[in-house]
């Protein structure tokens, strides 16, 4: 299960009560007070990690406590303070305060550690309340209450390269073999129902992260098919490669379906780099209609790239476009 937005609730911990005490030794009378404070509340940290991919492991636990802090203790001893709950989430995720949609943090490196709820101050114990005049307090304070917030948590991949395309164009097959990722692959529509992630190793020893993306259909920003809800993934993507069936005599207009989508749903997600594959060159024997498309791309200022993913053709020339595709600019 792909998880990328989830609302979840943090709880710091209470502070530890102060302690009502008296000292009580044979031979020494009146003590005076010795009650110890309590212990600090824990607090709730998130921090970014390189070991998820997604939310799924805070699913069933929408509600993050950290430890209260103990009670302080006769003799002027001070309550132990409450665990700290750290909480893992992928690189990418965004921490929005649920109620004013304020982004409170983005995590963009593995590392990244933030305080998202105070743990509540300690309560005194009476021993603090001692004066000259006031040499025997019979009372303490109780621990203050830890901050407890609502948060939005949500994922956006930072990934190389984006696949997107109209079901059954072979997104799931290509990625499959350019890297070790390993999707559901069938040939009926919709085979992709979450974002899937591989590698691809360079010649030059670079990697770079490829995603493909479930299936667009025309009205997918309105929710038609499974929606455009997976889109915000390529906000942080380097290069989007547009997938086109070559089979299907249709491929200006199912490029305009897939920009028109895009434009839809963010106009500046044209403005990156793309590029345009057309996948199945297996099932095509005459190519000639294919170079009026070609013109048409280019007067377009796009770069066209036949393969085939199912038998690997043409592959190593579309890792070398990926590859001078992603070098800096």
Same mark, same amino acid.
């Given at each position: 299960?792909?998880?990328?937005? %989830? ?13 009502? $005490? ?26 970014? &990690? ?36 750290? =909480?893992?989430?992928?690189?990418? +995720? ?37 004066? $000259? ?21 949500? %994922? ?16 799931? +097959?290509?990625?499959?073999? !350019? ?40 009205? &997918? ?12 993934? !390529?906000?942080? +993507?380097?290069?989007? =490669? ?34 345009? =594959?057309?996948?199945?060159?297996? !099932? ?12 048409? %791309? ?8 036949? =393969? ?13 476009? !990926? ?5 800096? &600019?």
């Amino acid at each position: 299960m792909f998880v990328d937005r %989830l609302k979840v609730s943090v709880k710091a911990g209470q502070g530890g009560d102060g302690c009502l $005490s008296f000292r009580r030794v044979k031979h020494i009378p009146r003590g005076g007070p010795d009650g110890g404070d309590g212990g600090e509340g824990g607090s709730v940290f998130f921090e970014s &990690s390189s070991d998820f991919y997604n939310l799924n492991h805070l699913l069933y636990t929408p509600h993050l406590l950290a430890k209260k802090g103990g009670a302080g203790q006769k003799n002027n001893k001070q309550g132990k303070k409450g665990e700290d709950l750290i =909480v893992k989430v992928p690189v990418g +995720t965004l921490v929005i305060d649920e109620p004013s949609g304020e982004i409170i943090h983005d995590f963009q490196r593995a590392g990244d550690k933030i305080l998202v709820a105070r743990g509540g101050y300690v309560g005194r114990g009476n021993a603090k309340f001692a004066t $000259s005049t006031r040499q025997a307090p019979r009372y303490a304070e109780k621990g203050k209450l830890g901050e407890e917030k609502w948060l939005i948590l949500e %994922l956006r991949l930072i990934i190389d390269v984006g696949i997107i395309g109209l079901p059954n164009a072979g997104k799931s +097959t290509l990625i499959s073999k !350019l890297t070790s990722a390993r999707p559901r692959i069938a040939d009926y529509p919709f085979t992709t129902r979450q974002p899937t992630l591989g590698v691809v190793e360079l010649p030059d020893f670079r990697q770079l992260v490829v995603a493909d993306f479930p299936a667009l259909i025309k009205g &997918s920003h309105e929710g038609a098919g499974l929606g455009d809800r997976f889109l915000r993934h !390529l906000e942080r +993507t380097k290069i989007i =490669v547009f997938l086109l069936d070559l089979s299907r005599n249709r491929l200006r207009e199912d490029l305009e379906t897939l920009k028109g989508e895009l434009r839809s749903f963010n106009p500046t997600l044209l403005e990156k780099k793309c590029l345009v =594959v057309g996948n199945k060159l297996d !099932l095509i024997s005459n190519r000639r209609h294919l170079q009026s498309f070609n013109r048409y %791309l280019k007067g377009e200022g796009l770069d066209f790239i036949m =393969v085939s993913a199912i038998s690997g053709e043409v592959h190593p020339q579309l890792i070398e476009r !990926l590859a001078k595709y992603s070098e800096p &600019s």
